[in-house]
Structure formats: C-alpha cells, structure tokens
C-alpha cells in the first residue's frame, strides 16, 4: 500500500490503545459527546453528486460513510449496555460491508443517520460519562477479531473511529477544494 493510498484510507492513522488515564478518558468521552457535530459540520453544503463521491478510489461514498457511522455507532451504544450489564459477553459482529450496499443507505437522506447519530451519542455519552475506573476495565468479547476488549478499549475505538471517518470527508473535500 503506497504512502498516498495509505494516509487516504488512514487519515488520522490506525487505532492504537492507550494506557487508562484521566485525561484520555475525558478526551474520547469529548469526542463521543461532539461527534455528530462535527460530522455533520463535515458535509455541510455538499450537493447530491458531492455526496455520491467515493472518499478514495474504491472506497465508499461519502453518504455511505454518513450511514456506515450511525450503524457502527448504533452497535458501540448496544455493545457498551452489554458490557455494563452482562459478565464478559460475547458481542455479535456484523458485515458493514454488506449493511452499506442496502437499500436504505442508498435510498435515505443522510439527515435520517445524522439525526440518529445525535441520539445515540446523547443516550451514549449519558450512559458511560460517570463510570468508575473498575467499571471502564469491565470486558466484552469481540469473536471476528477473537480478543477480549475493556470498555475502555471499546471507548478509544469509538473515538477514533467517528474521528476517522470524519476525516475522510474534510479530506476529500480538501483535495476537491469543495
């Protein structure tokens, strides 16, 4: 993978773990609370056609990306409730590949996602905000990438993940000067 074809798919990078701190966890609790925001400050005044861009060559389009985001969240607000009320639960994976090729996400405005994306961020960030340092070390299973994750694991992920998907759009818009 070439160092272009590589900072396109990884904008900010891969996710990688950090050690359990205060101010790591008030930092992705921020980026959780203000995400749909900012993702939707991402495609403000971007037209159909913007829309239907690929973010990469190969890659899904931008109102895909809005849509994967609110499914993939959808699951980190059920994946999170696991976690807190159940002893190490295996969580169900899903093939996003798949969910984004369904009708819904070609046919639905992106403002139907956007406005999920409030929702869950709110219930969400509401949820785990004032979780102790013993509940953020409570353990789910994730079996399609066969580890055991910390919440607080899974927060970092969250965090990095609407970050990066965020990112792909301002650079798209970026190297198309929309």
């Known amino acids: 993978m070439s160092t272009v074809e590589r900072d396109l798919r990884y904008p900010i990078g891969k996710y990688e773990p950090k050690e359990f701190s205060e101010l790591q966890l008030k930092s992705w609790l921020n980026d959780i609370r203000f995400l749909p925001q900012l993702l939707e ?4 005044n971007l037209d ?3 829309l239907l861009t690929p973010y990469r060559d190969g890659g899904w389009t931008v109102k895909q990306l809005v849509h994967h985001v609110a499914d993939s ?5 059920i994946r999170f409730k696991l976690g807190l009320t159940e002893d190490n639960p295996t969580i169900k994976p899903y093939d996003e590949k798949a969910w984004a090729e369904l009708n819904d996400v070609h046919e639905l405005p992106i403002n139907i996602s956007l406005t999920m994306l409030h929702t869950i961020h709110a219930r969400m960030h509401s949820c785990i905000k004032n979780l102790s340092a013993a509940e953020w070390q409570r353990t789910l299973v994730h079996p399609e990438h066969n580890m055991q994750m910390t919440l607080y694991y899974l927060l970092g ?3 990095w993940h ?3 998907h965020t990112a792909h759009i301002t650079a798209l818009r970026e190297r198309m000067g929309w």
């Not at 969240?73 to 607000?77: D, E, P, Q, T």
Request: aromatic fraction near 6%; glycine fraction near 6%.
């Open 48 to 50: 159909e056609q913007q």
């Open 162 to 164: 609407g970050r990066h």
């Open 157 to 159: 992920m969250y965090s």
């Open 41 to 44: 400050n991402s495609i403000l």
């Open 73 to 77: 969240h959808s699951n980190a607000l």
